[in-house]
């Protein structure tokens, strides 16, 4: 008995050993044709990638999502560039790029060369990081390549990285932070009500349809806590949109529409964070595309492939990127997180709608607190009819006051303005023009935001009890056409002011002693037929940027050695009228000269050669133009007036010193204006 049970024993024993080893071979088996098909997956991706990089062209990636990026970078670039060439040129375009010393303008250059570089960029270099994007996310080693720090950042912080929507979220904060400031100081002090109000409904729509989108998380809707790649790039195409808006709209209203000079400091401010914002936005969105484009084509290269064994792609291929990104992404912004988007987004729309109530509901009360701030004698005339752009909320959201950006009175009966029109505390345009006016109150001095005064084609007898110190932002100052002979000292030492026009006040006195007079930043100085000695200004230590230089139908007997020293600024010079019996032998060293107005002199000869940039050369009622004319190519026929400056004055601006019918009033430019 006890041999037969060890027998039985051992061929237990035996078969439980066979049976291990055929688990082993079949585990084996399978592991096996486990490799070699993941073996032969490998290779049909691989054979798939390199059919499509082999194939892929221009034509292909560059569709119109594409080809839309590049024209808004190419766009912002000309856009910075025109900036830049403004801020440089100031009005006028003889002078250009003449300012390029100015502090900061150098940032609008800097932005218009990075777009400028980001575009060639983009340009040459989209099929080597389409290929190896592709390659990294759809070849048999992806993913394995060891990362450099770049492409840390970008696993990281880039479009598709796990914690860019952390990035996005937070810029929303900053931009929001800084455009409700741009509200609050400039769109409410610049524009009217009407325009602000279109703003405040941009911000309502923007806000609003961030919290649409995160509406899921807080309702916990099925799938409501996942945020699509689709999702995301709707949003960045709707912050791209609200970025362009910001960046365009604002500043063309204000200068093109309503002629408000915009300081270098506020442009600068206005197309700092959007500028900043696209450019991140629009690279990124532009190497998306490309990648894009390019894993449609390598998914639609799988497709055909897998349909041709009747097998699903994902079967045989990995799951799309796009759906990886979103796993990744959403795995990283928590629900949490998504909640906190929701109730910033709503509270800001909610806050936003409120404030546009609140103006639509009470704009309508400042014709009445005006009333009581002006007067009732000048308030139909100054609120009423002369201010052009009402801003009754500026730097006060909820309450209205009386407010205005810009004055423009013209034809008016007015003999003074009251002194109350300092309640005007934001006034940067004032412009008072043909009528009996006498006096200027000196409480117009306290208006620290002014940045153009034209006051001119009046009757005002003095200018000299005004600080224009005060007036810290002024860029252009008007008074022709009127009596005033004196002006504060201020006047004549001011950092900021470009423009200066005082012609047509017969003895306005200039300071004669030349360490009085400091304009650094004046590049225009009309101050003709005034009568008076006018040389004690005429040195770069006086004018260092003067360009347009006007001193007709004043007294210079001689030009000082100072005059020299202006060689390399002067533009356009009007000496008619003067006395002149020769001109100063200097001027043939004015390379930058394009104009000269020397008619009614006693000029004989010239002793000067004159550079050949020269365009026009107007010497009538001189004895040379009976012998020199042809040598020297001088315009020696009389103009319509003596006053008129030049042949061609019709420029689609009424120009009072051609405003006569023998000049058919500036060539029908002032027949509407006056």
């Known amino acids: 008995m006890s041999e037969e049970s060890d027998n039985n024993t051992i061929d237990k024993s035996a078969i439980q050993v066979k049976s291990i080893e055929l688990i082993q071979s079949e585990e084996g088996t399978k592991k096996k044709k486990k490799k070699q098909s993941k073996s032969n997956n490998n290779r049909k991706k691989v054979n798939v990638l390199n059919i499509v990089i082999k194939h892929l062209s221009c034509r292909q990636i560059f569709k119109c999502n594409v080809i839309s990026m590049f024209f808004l970078i190419v766009a912002i670039a000309g856009g910075h560039f025109f900036l830049f060439y403004k801020y440089t040129s100031g009005e006028t375009q003889s002078g250009a790029f003449s300012k390029m010393h100015r502090e900061f303008v150098w940032i609008f250059l800097l932005f218009s060369i990075f777009f400028t570089l980001l575009f060639f960029y983009l340009i040459f270099r989209w099929k080597k990081m389409t290929i190896k994007w592709l390659e990294s996310h759809y070849g048999s080693t992806s993913g394995r390549n060891r990362l450099n720090i770049i492409q840390k950042f970008n696993n990281t912080c880039g479009l598709n990285g796990s914690l860019y929507l952390h990035r996005l979220y937070l810029w929303e904060l900053i931009e929001n932070t800084v455009q409700f400031f741009n509200l609050q100081n400039v769109y409410l002090c610049t524009l009217p009500v009407e325009l602000t109000s279109i703003i405040c409904i941009w911000f309502i729509l923007e806000s609003s349809h961030r919290a649409f989108t995160f509406s899921g998380a ?44 915009i300081p270098l400091e506020r442009g600068i401010w206005l197309v700092l964070t959007p500028t900043i914002s696209l450019f991140s936005k629009l690279r990124r969105m532009t190497m998306a595309f490309y990648f894009e484009n390019g894993a449609a084509l390598v998914v639609k290269a799988q497709n055909e492939s897998s349909s041709k064994i009747n097998r699903r792609r994902q079967s045989i291929y990995r799951a799309s990127y796009i759906d990886k990104v979103e796993r990744l992404q959403n795995k990283n912004f928590r629900p949490w997180m998504k909640i906190m988007v929701f109730v910033s987004a709503a509270g800001y729309a909610v806050f936003m709608f409120v404030i546009f109530l609140i103006h639509l509901a009470t704009s309508g009360q400042t014709s009445t607190v005006c009333k009581e701030s002006l007067g009732s004698e000048y308030s139909d005339i100054i609120w009423e009819h002369g201010c052009t752009i009402k801003i009754p909320f500026c730097k006060s959201i909820f309450q209205p006051s009386c407010d205005c950006a810009a004055i423009d009175i013209k034809n008016h009966n007015m003999t003074k303005l009251p002194k109350e029109i300092a309640v005007l505390e934001n006034l940067q345009k004032f412009s008072v023009q043909n009528g009996p006016l006498e006096s200027l109150p000196s409480e117009l001095e306290n208006l620290q935001h002014l940045i153009k005064f034209h006051v001119t084609f009046n009757r005002i007898k003095r200018f000299d009890h005004i600080d224009v110190s005060k007036w810290k932002q002024i860029y252009s100052i008007w008074l022709d056409y009127n009596k005033i002979q004196n002006a504060s000292k201020s006047l004549w030492k001011h950092a900021t002011l470009a423009e200066l026009a005082i012609s047509s006040n017969v003895g306005f006195r200039i300071p004669q002693n030349p360490e009085d007079v400091y304009l650094p930043n004046l590049h225009f100085f009309h101050a003709g037929n005034n009568s008076v000695d006018i040389t004690s200004i005429l040195g770069r230590e006086q004018l260092p940027g003067i360009m347009f230089l006007y001193i007709n139908g004043n007294s210079i007997s001689k030009f000082p050695d100072t005059f020299e020293t202006l060689k390399n600024t002067v533009v356009e010079l009007g000496i008619a009228r003067c006395g002149l019996r020769v001109l100063p032998s200097s001027l043939s060293e004015f390379n930058l000269l394009k104009y000269i107005d020397a008619r009614n002199n006693s000029i004989s000869k010239i002793g000067v050669e004159f550079n050949k940039n020269i365009v026009e050369k107007y010497f009538s009622g001189n004895p040379l133009c009976e012998e020199q004319s042809i040598l020297f190519e001088l315009e020696c026929q009389p103009l319509c007036t003596e006053y008129c400056y030049s042949r061609n004055h019709k420029n689609k601006y009424c120009d009072p010193a051609c405003n006569s019918e023998k000049c058919d009033y500036d060539g029908a430019d002032c027949v509407k204006e006056y």
């Open 218 to 261: 807080v309702c916990r809707k099925q799938g409501g806590n996942k945020f699509t790649t689709q999702q995301r790039d709707k949003q960045i195409v709707f912050d791209m949109i609200s970025d362009l808006f910001f960046l365009v709209v604002p500043m063309t209203v204000i200068y093109f529409v309503y002629d408000l000079y």
